[in-house]
């Protein structure tokens, strides 16, 4: 499971901590691997360690776009309950790789991320609903192989070039 993001209260990254912590108790070697930093670094890290996710949940900091792109390829899933998001590219980047996403039913978050195609949303600030979509997910390859493939398809929509043609077109 990889999640993207600058560590700020919107992102919710604690929320994804608190699933964590049930999903590990239903998966025995699931993984979460968060990439970011930013002014909820330390805050979340102690987070981790009150939750027991020592071993569960690896905090990578800052990395190149080269060594993200690695953890693109390397993940089963993508992960981010943000409840503030414009674009949010991370998600189109993750579905560009083949990953499917699950994310919260918040702002932008479903005009970029179909829900029940491209990834499940779940409702925002729920810990054990978003543990609940996670392990779908992570235990079921049939439903990973569709809804990553969905999102990579679905991001071929977001390429500038379809984007500009579509326009050309609509204009009279």
């Known amino acids: 499971m990889l999640s993207v ?24 070697g699931v993984r979460v691997r968060i990439v970011g930093e930013g ?3 330390v805050r979340l890290r102690g987070l981790a ?21 690695v953890e693109y390829v390397g ?3 993508f992960c981010l309950p943000t409840v503030q998001e414009g674009f949010g590219l991370v998600f189109a980047e993750a579905m560009a790789a083949g990953l499917p996403i699950v ?3 918040a ?5 970029v991320v179909e829900d029940g195609r491209t990834g499940l949303l779940v409702r925002p600030n729920d810990p054990e609903e978003l543990a609940r979509a996670m392990e779908r997910v ?12 969905a999102g990579r398809r679905r991001v ?17």
Do not use: W
Not at 156 to 172: G, Y
């Open 138 to 149: 992570l235990t079921n390859a049939g439903l990973r192989a569709e809804l990553g493939g």
């Open 156 to 172: 071929e929509a977001f390429d500038l070039d379809r984007v500009a043609a579509r326009l050309l077109e609509a204009l009279p």
């Open 5 to 28: 993001a600058r560590m700020y209260p919107r992102k919710r990254l604690d929320v994804l901590l608190r699933a964590a912590a049930r999903l590990c108790a239903r998966i025995p």
């Open 39 to 41: 002014p909820e670094s």
């Open 103 to 105: 994310a919260c039913r």
């Open 49 to 69: 360690a009150s939750l027991g996710l020592e071993g569960v949940v690896t905090f990578l900091g800052e990395i190149s776009r080269s060594a993200l792109a």
């Open 75 to 77: 993940a089963d899933c």
């Open 107 to 111: 702002a932008a978050v479903p005009e």
